[in-house]
């Protein structure tokens, strides 16, 4: 009879050889391929991303979110209102689209705040917002739970809060700390500094050093939180990112013609500050942090840390209201979570 070794199938570069419990040796597997299935499956299914942008009227939001997705995604540029006003109270705005670039499929969630940090007394301003990500975070714990669940529970969750800081030069408001002190418990805040044109590149650094001074000072932690960086590969990348944040950004959705090409920027008397291009500002670094690199990583830690910490407090809850013998646990931290596995799709 032929040699079972004779007849075996040449594995490609790059494969290895496996034996058998005969000891006879097999050719390639094709293991490997079951990220081309997961690939094909991902873009049969699409992809999920929620983006909330928090600060005061004025600074540019709507237009920094157009730039970041290069089209009219904004909730102001789909539904202008030329009556709109400061509302008196915050409201929270949504609007959702179908984004489809070179065949992968995304739905984009822009969550809006108007009103936020506009009012004389903003004491407080942070908690409709607080309250808002929580009905979420409920929302899809209820659809968990539910006996005839969904095969696919759609996903309402905040990804990322980007927090706009005005260019004040100076240090954070009370306002911007309180706020990020207590969202940054829930949800992943990224902070910015709006409109850094109007700022020299003396004054743009050292106002990131005065705000990285105040993060630390009242013990904030903003994206990418360290004690959640995977492994020294990770921390190296994540540690230039944390160099630049916050990132001074500038937005804009008109294009100028500069040195022969067609550039998204903003005109002045000087010159076009020309929006991606790193040397003007650094709208880039962000693009590519919330898009190009870390966008899986941003819901990863949405699912498995924030949401993760939100479903033990309200399961021990529930327990404790169906056994009365149980004492309440105090509030919630993120002790027991930090260590749990936060990589799941």
Sequence with gaps: ???????????????????????????????????????????????????????????????LINTLFKSKVSRRSVKPDDEERIPKT??????????????????????D??????????????????????????????????INRKKRIPDTRVHCCIYFIPPTGHCLRPIDIEFMRHLSKVVNIVPIIAKADTLTLEERDF???????????NEIEVYPQKEFDEDAEDRVINDNIREKIPFAVVGSDQEYQVNGK?????????????????AHCEFAYLRDLLIRTHMQNLKDITSSIHYEVYRVRRL????????????PSPEYDWTGIRNMPHCLV
């Design 113 to 146: 705040t108007p009103g936020f940090g506009d009012q004389i007394n903003n004491e407080n301003c942070w908690q409709p917002i607080m309250k808002f990500i929580n009905e979420q975070y409920e929302q899809y714990l209820q659809e968990e739970i539910n």
């Design 207 to 217: 106002f990131r050093q005065k705000i990285k001074e105040d993060l630390r000072a």
């Design 1 to 63: 009879p032929t040699d079972i070794r004779q007849s075996c199938l040449t594995p490609p570069p790059g494969s290895e050889i496996i034996s058998s419990f005969y000891g006879a040796e097999f050719g390639y597997v094709g293991v490997d391929s079951v990220l081309e299935q997961m690939r094909r499956k991902a873009m049969k299914q699409g992809f999920e991303l929620n983006i909330m942008a928090v600060g005061q009227s004025g600074l540019g939001k709507s237009t």
């Design 316 to 327: 021990n809850e529930d327990s404790v209201q169906y056994s009365p013998s149980l004492t």
């Design 90 to 111: 915050i409201e929270i705005k949504s609007i959702s689209h179908d984004i489809e670039e070179k065949g992968v499929r995304m739905k984009l969630t822009v969550i």
């Design 262 to 278: 067609r550039l998204l920027g903003r005109r002045t008397r000087w010159g076009t500050v020309e929006v991606e291009n790193t």
